[in-house]
């Protein structure tokens, strides 16, 4: 008979103290039992280009902050740094997209003011753990026969609010339209209204 194997403990849950164990597709605490519901799924930052949280790296993350990296859209990859969270009574890994002298400014958000700066894969409001989900994808008008958005693009996109950009036709024809700033949903694409 096969013995059972016990899950690693990877440190101490920071809601209640129990053991926190890698548990296949998260990270969980052993007080669930009790109540706790501490978990941290391993993909957790897969949507913003981190695909999975080892357990070495939760291992970290359960001591404080530590450095990850994060592939950017173009395959450029950074590093960022990451820390556990409260929100809203829920546990997860946050990015403080702010840290560093090197990560640029590049606007103010139009919904709340704070400061836009560059994600992996988007231009998006620094208080988006507050709960601002304002955010230029930068591959907003790929779809359209579009290039990706640069930081220029949507540094003027926040200082003007409307900017020239071409994209291509099912013919492959280009066509010069306008792209300005919708709150809802970062940027979209004036179809009626082509620049000369």
Request: hydrophobic share 35%; with cysteine.
């Amino acid at each position: 008979m096969a013995m059972k194997s016990t899950p690693t403990i990877l440190g101490s849950c920071p809601s209640c103290g129990e053991n926190i164990v890698h548990r296949g597709e998260f990270y969980g605490c052993e007080g669930f039992r009790d109540g706790c519901d501490f978990t941290v799924s391993i993909h957790a930052l897969a949507t913003i280009g981190h695909y999975t949280i080892s357990p070495k790296q939760m291992r970290k993350l359960l001591k404080g902050p530590t450095q990850m990296y994060f592939k950017m859209s173009n395959g450029v990859e950074r590093i960022f740094t990451v820390k556990l969270k409260n929100v809203n009574g829920k546990w997860r890994p946050w990015i403080d997209f702010e840290a560093g002298s090197e990560l640029e400014v590049l606007g103010s958000c139009p919904c709340c003011g704070a400061n836009v700066v560059e994600t992996p894969l988007s231009y998006g409001c620094s208080r988006w753990e507050d709960g601002c989900e304002f955010a230029i994808f930068k591959n907003a008008i790929k779809r359209f026969g579009g290039k990706m958005l640069s930081k220029q693009d949507a540094k003027r996109l926040l200082s003007q609010g409307v900017i020239e950009v071409i994209i291509r036709t099912f013919n492959q024809q280009e066509r010069k339209v306008n792209l300005y700033i919708d709150n809802e949903f970062g940027c979209k694409i004036d179809f009626e209204g082509d620049t000369a």
